[in-house]
């Protein structure tokens, strides 16, 4: 964080209102306590106070609610003080305590020892909070920014309706995909099941088919309530329906809530609304540092977290998260109701952002609710993209068949060659040398790579073959009914055709080459998973040879 320059060079000057002795020596005693931070003068009335408004070294203003008299000394200026004020006040009171805030002062406090003795600290965050305000007024003066907080704030809410909307979108799109390539996958047991169902009619009289129909229906009932239960885990949340019949999560389970504030004052607002809630269970994190170490030790469904802090503000811990891939939903709590630090935290990752001036029971009722939903909907759309992973036979890139489809396949073919003991090839290929392309042309270029080999091997191939992208960098072809000799024609024709493709990716051309082990299918081979690691084998042997060598 960016200090003041006039901060670091001398220690800033802290005038006090306060006309009880008790409670000057009071504060007398905590602000010289340790180590001297501040310069600090005792005046008996707000006006006293003018002496020091030209005084370029005044920092901060600590004030008896009662004595201070702000709309006097700063006329139609209450929400835009020259200085921070800090509030004291005989009794703490909520009431006051929120009106100040509104109100544009920095903090509110009783005169109590404890508050007292945490003087020097409170002083400390304030002047830093300040500072770190000044700054954010003065990069928009220079930017030119000519937004108001009104069209900020509309600003802000389009931000945060339009993520809902996209979210309702991308579950409504990727739940009619799922039902697209569920009917696509029933298809094959409900037509057997049908099919035998007709046989069991014209076998009547021959007990053997009869039991083989039985048999084969059975197997295809049991495909097909894998498939339906496969679909029901989707939601992996219950859900409950609450007012406008909008169905969301069951807030009545217990939500862990990590409230990340260092102000005990702040803290102990949201702390009282929050434990109306017997549901709720609160872990509080006076810092960033404090924070990753509860997230280290804790499961968390919702996160609080103020903007300002010790070691930070709430742009580097959203950094944070984002940075160790954790998806939990962050309200930030902006003091002043800054809507530039909103859109600021909202662009990084926070679900929602909250005034401190506009903290109550509702508006966190509010937040929660929201938060949850929406991340209820972000956990839908990525287990419903698990799901569809599953049951796709498809690859987005090349539009081959994955390796889900392959190896479903692969057993077909070796369940055929070895009843039949009829011919059948495995071809492996792996590109030798791609983190050199990588490295040189980047990601977007190794993609379109992919998807241009893709094409060709498409080609390539006879209609009885089968090829799929069968890992990242990996294409597999399966040749059946197919003799070694006539596979090493076909898989040298494939390594040719790569080898002499330019592929063009911006103003550059270049080409790539690719290493390929062939396996043959034999009564020793016991399953699909060990025909697929002798191909394997025979592949990295090539590749260990260099690579692009003729078969």
């Known amino acids: 964080m960016i200090k003041n320059t006039s901060i670091i060079q001398k220690r800033p000057l802290i005038v006090i209102v306060e006309d009880d002795d008790a409670n000057i020596r009071l504060i007398v005693n905590a602000l010289e306590s340790g180590s001297r931070q501040f310069d600090f003068q005792f005046v008996l009335s707000g006006q006293d106070i003018r002496k020091f408004l ?82 954010s007024r003065d990069i928009k003066s220079e930017s030119g920014l000519s937004y108001t907080i009104e069209e900020l704030s509309n600003a802000n809410r389009k931000i945060l309706d339009q993520q809902q909307r996209l979210l309702e979108e991308e579950r409504h799109k990727v739940l009619l995909q799922i039902a697209g390539a569920t009917a696509h996958k029933l298809g094959q047991p409900l037509m057997t099941l049908l099919g035998n169902i007709e046989m069991i009619e014209l076998n009547k009289k021959s007990p053997d088919k009869l039991k083989n129909n039985l048999e084969k229906i059975k197997d295809a009932g049991q495909r097909m309530s894998n498939i339906v239960k496969n679909m029901q885990t989707i939601r992996s949340h219950e859900t409950k329906t609450y ?151 498809r690859d987005e890139l090349t539009g081959l068949y994955n390796q889900n489809y392959f190896m479903d396949s692969l057993r077909r073919e070796i369940s055929k060659a070895a009843r039949y003991d009829i011919g059948l090839e495995l071809c492996m290929m792996d590109f030798d040398h791609e983190k050199k392309i990588n490295q040189i042309y980047g990601h977007t270029a190794w993609d379109m790579v992919i998807a241009e080999v893709g094409k060709i091997l498409k080609k390539s191939v006879r209609e009885s073959d089968l090829i799929c992208r069968f890992s990242h960098d990996k294409f597999a072809v399966i040749l059946p009914n197919t003799q070694p000799e006539e596979a090493k024609t076909a898989c040298e024709r494939f390594r040719g055709m790569v080898e002499n493709y330019e592929f063009r990716y911006n103003s550059s051309q270049f080409q790539v080459n690719m290493s390929m082990g062939i396996a043959s299918f034999n009564k020793n081979v016991r399953n699909t998973d060990e025909f697929v690691a002798i191909a394997g084998r025979i592949l990295n042997q090539t590749r260990g040879e260099n690579g692009n060598k003729k078969i």
Request: glycine share 2%; charged share 30%.
């Open 54 to 135: 030209a005084n370029s070294h005044l920092h901060l203003i600590i004030a008896d609610i009662n004595l201070l008299k702000a709309d006097e000394l700063w006329p139609d200026k209450i929400l835009d003080l020259p200085f921070p004020v800090i509030l004291m006040d005989n009794n703490w009171d909520k009431e006051k305590a929120l009106m100040t805030v509104e109100n544009g002062f920095m903090a509110y406090i009783s005169k109590s020892e404890d508050d007292f003795n945490k003087l020097p600290y409170i002083a400390a965050r304030t002047l830093r909070e300040w500072d770190c305000m000044m700054q």
């Open 243 to 393: 007012y406008n019949d909008i169905s969301i999560i069951d807030l009545d389970q217990e939500l862990r809530i990590l409230l990340v504030e260092d102000s005990d004052h702040d803290f102990g607002i949201l702390d009282a609304i929050l434990k109306n809630n017997d549901n709720i269970a609160i872990k509080r994190a006076v810092n960033i540092s404090k924070a990753v170490r509860a997230l280290k030790e804790d499961d968390f469904d919702l996160i609080f977290l103020d903007h300002y802090l010790p070691d930070g503000n709430s742009l580097d811990f959203l950094t944070f998260l984002n940075k160790k891939e954790l998806d939990i939903p962050v309200t930030v709590i902006t003091g002043q109701g800054d809507e530039m630090i909103a859109y600021q935290v909202i662009q990084a990752g926070a679900h929602d952002y909250l005034p401190k001036d506009k903290i109550s029971h509702k508006s966190i009722s509010r937040i929660i609710i929201n938060m949850m939903e929406k991340a209820r909907l972000k956990k839908e759309i990525k287990s419903a993209r698990e799901k569809m992973a599953e049951l796709s036979t």
